[in-house]
């Protein structure tokens, strides 16, 4: 995974949840190459109602922190579903989540 792209990512918050997306493990891959940025993310459910939002904020998170971008793709993917599990131990103790 591409450093820069996870940086970038780990400005985005989750709204609902107050955690950042790489933290809370809904990015799967983060790749650039020659200038073309390539995401996988999930979100913690399928219905989520933040899914555009966060994806949005992704996207502009990139453009404004990774250097020689042309082209952003984000794209949503929900295989394999998200488990708390995913979570840095960070992002459990920020949650106050234990033994996932």
Do not use: H, K
Not at 53 to 61: F, H, K, L, N, S
């Amino acid at each position: 995974m591409d450093e820069r792209v996870l940086e970038a990512l780990r400005e985005v918050v989750d709204p609902e949840l107050g955690v950042n997306v790489v933290d809370l493990g809904l990015v799967y891959n983060a790749e650039v190459e020659d200038g073309q940025v390539q995401v996988a993310m999930t979100l913690t459910t399928p219905g989520c109602p933040l899914a555009g939002q966060i994806r949005d904020m992704a996207e502009a998170a990139i453009w404004r922190t990774v250097p020689d971008v042309e082209s952003v793709d984000i794209g949503i993917v929900w295989s394999p579903p998200w488990r708390p599990s995913m979570m840095t131990d960070d992002a459990r103790d920020e949650l106050g989540w234990m033994d996932y």
